[in-house]
């Protein structure tokens, strides 16, 4: 009845791998949509990761500034850390250029060596960003010995 030359698809099926990736497909999304929607499950991303902060949190070691007070070799260490560190922002003296002046005798978050420690380590907003990574603690207590030095001048 339509016989013509032109092939005809009208009696082909779909080829089951397809559809069984077509329908898994399916299910999947909906298994997502499902068990990762807020709205739908109550499950969020920032509860995850507000729990793992109060984990690391609860077993973070409170920090411990070394003593180097007047240790002259863990202050020439920390004056050549600070040479290398510090000074592009805070300048060779510590009078200050971009940073504060580190040689007043009281500081904006604090003058003493728990207060130092803390900055150095975790940064302030402002500029500062967090040293603790690049230089150690051991190395923070050294530049802190040699801050001290410093306002004794």
């Not at 850390?81 to 504060?100: Q, R």
């Given at each position: 009845m339509y016989e013509t030359e032109e092939p005809r698809d009208g009696h082909n099926k779909i080829p089951k791998g397809w559809l069984l990736f077509f329908f898994g497909g399916i299910i999947f999304l909906i298994g997502y949509i499902v068990s990762y929607t807020p709205a739908i499950s109550g499950w969020s991303?920032?509860?995850?990761?507000?729990?793992?902060?109060?984990l690391a949190a609860k077993s973070e070691k409170p920090a411990v500034v070394k003593e180097y007070s007047g240790d002259k070799e863990?202050?020439?260490?920390?004056?050549?850390?600070?040479?290398?560190?510090?000074?592009?922002?805070?300048?060779?003296?510590?009078?200050?250029?971009?940073?504060?002046?580190?040689?007043?005798?009281?500081?904006?978050?604090?003058?003493?060596?728990n207060d130092l420690y803390e900055t150095i380590t975790k940064g302030r907003s402002g500029g500062m960003p967090s040293f603790l990574p690049q230089i150690g603690a051991e190395k923070i207590s050294k530049v802190i010995a040699f801050l001290e030095t410093l306002r004794k001048k």
């Open positions: 991303f920032y509860k995850e990761y507000d729990k793992e902060m109060a863990a202050i020439e260490e920390g004056k050549e850390i600070f040479a290398n560190t510090c000074a592009p922002c805070h300048n060779a003296d510590a009078t200050g250029n971009i940073g504060p002046n580190l040689t007043a005798p009281k500081l904006k978050y604090g003058s003493t060596r």
